[in-house]
Every structure is written in C-alpha cells, then in structure tokens.
T-cell receptor, first 114, second 113 residues
Framework: EAQVTQNPRYLITVTGKKLTVTCSQNMNHEYMSWYRQDPGLGLRQIYYSMNVEVTDKGDVPEGYKVSRKEKRNFPLILESPSPNQTSLYFC?????????????FGSGTRLTVV | GQQLNQSPQSMFIQEGEDVSMNCTSSSIFNTWLWYKQDPGEGPVLLIALYKAGELTSNGRLTAQFGITRKDSFLNISASIPSDVGIYFCAGYPNAGNNRKLIWGLGTSLAVNP
C-alpha cells in the first residue's frame, strides 16, 4: 500500500531532550515536507526537500532540523525541544509529475513538550 | 508566509443539505487542491484542478478552478455524517517556487444526522 509512515504517533517529552520523528514513504517520491498544525493557524510548513541532499526552510523552521540522506526517509529533529513546539506534526510526500502535484500525508505525530 | 482566504471558517448543517465553500487569493494560481482531514488523521487529497475553468467531480464532491485563476470552490451535495471534518484548499502560485503549497486555514464541517 502506498503510504507515508510517521513514528511515533504520540510523544510526550521534557524541555531540552533531543528527539527525532521519523518519516518514510514507499512511493519513490522526490518531494517531501514537514508541517505543523496548530488550532487557528492551519498547516504551516517547517522544512521541505526537493530531492536527496536538497533541503530548504519553510515558513517556521526555527528550532527544527531535517536531513534527506535517502530518497524514502525525511526525519525531523528537535535538538532542544521547548513547550512552544507542542503541536501536531505531519510529514508529506509528492512526486514531480505534472498531474500529480498533490501531497500524500502521514497520519501525524502529536508531540507534547513539558 | 502567504495564505489563502478560505470561507466559511465553520459550518453546521443538517444531513442531506448541500455545502459550498470557497478559497480566494490576491495572486494567480496554476493549481488548486482540495483536501479533507478527518479527526486524528492527516489530510487526504479530494480533488486536484490544473486549468482555469476546470470543473471536476469526485462522487458527491465538485470543485472548480476559477476563471480568474484567483479562486476555487468546493461543493458537497446531499451531505452525510461521514462528511464531518476539516476541508482545506491549497494551491501552487503562478510565480516563485512552484513546489511550495500555499494553504487556507480550513473549513470545519459538522453534520447533524
């Protein structure tokens, strides 16, 4: 089944403790992206990647890092999480094809930083 | 960052009613996308539109790419309880990085059985 898999689904952590949220897609997509979703603010892009070893900042990159060493994986790293990073996070991927611009989303990771 | 104007913000309707929501922009877009997000899940693509004037259906859902290329709308006919969720519009602007999706804030739909 074609899908984007995120782990974990739920995570509670303490301020300052480094964490990684994994994301993997099995559709051979070139484009991958991380979003956070907060009430009243919609979906805001954190980072995106247009291909292996190519990443760029989205609208809210502060406090986050990403890497794209392999085409299928795009982990999100919080080096020193803070409470304002408590949010619902989504990974998404898309192919480069002209008629296939839509992103496929993972099921989300709900992160709480205390 | 740039954002689309999506309205209404929320709707509460009776089962069987038709629903209409729209999305507008101050600049031209070359692709419009409509997504639905069920509670606790990621958004799922419903309809993609690529040409001005294009009208596309997916079951009871119909979406149109506005002639001016600055708007799009989504209609749901004969709503049912499983239509509940948040509907997002998104699009790729004509200018700039054409891989950066611009999003609306969503329309929250509640359906009373």
């Amino acid at each position: 089944e074609a899908q984007v898999t995120q782990n974990p689904r739920y995570l509670i952590t303490v301020t300052g403790k480094k964490l990684t949220v994994t994301c993997s897609q099995n559709m051979n997509h070139e484009y991958m992206s991380w979003y956070r979703q907060d009430p009243g603010l919609g979906l805001r892009q954190i980072y995106y990647s247009m291909n292996v070893e190519v990443t760029d900042k989205g609208d809210v990159p502060e406090g986050y890092k990403v890497s794209r060493k392999e085409k299928r994986n795009f982990p999100l790293i919080l080096e020193s999480p803070s409470p304002n990073q408590t949010s619902l996070y989504f990974c998404a991927s898309s192919s480069r094809g002209r008629d296939n611009y839509g992103y496929t989303f993972g099921s989300g990771t709900r992160l709480t930083v205390v | 960052g740039q954002q689309l104007n999506q309205s209404p913000q929320s709707m509460f309707i009776q089962e069987g009613e038709d629903v209409s929501m729209n999305c507008t922009s101050s600049s031209i877009f070359n692709t419009w996308l409509w997504y639905k997000q069920d509670p606790g899940e990621g958004p799922v693509l419903l309809i993609a539109l690529y040409k001005a004037g294009e009208l596309t259906s997916n079951g009871r859902l119909t979406a149109q790419f506005g002639i001016t290329r600055k708007d799009s709308f989504l209609n749901i006919s004969a709503s049912i309880p499983s239509d509940v969720g948040i509907y997002f519009c998104a699009g790729y602007p004509n200018a700039g990085n054409n891989r950066k999706l611009i999003w609306g804030l969503g329309t929250s739909l509640a359906v009373n059985p």
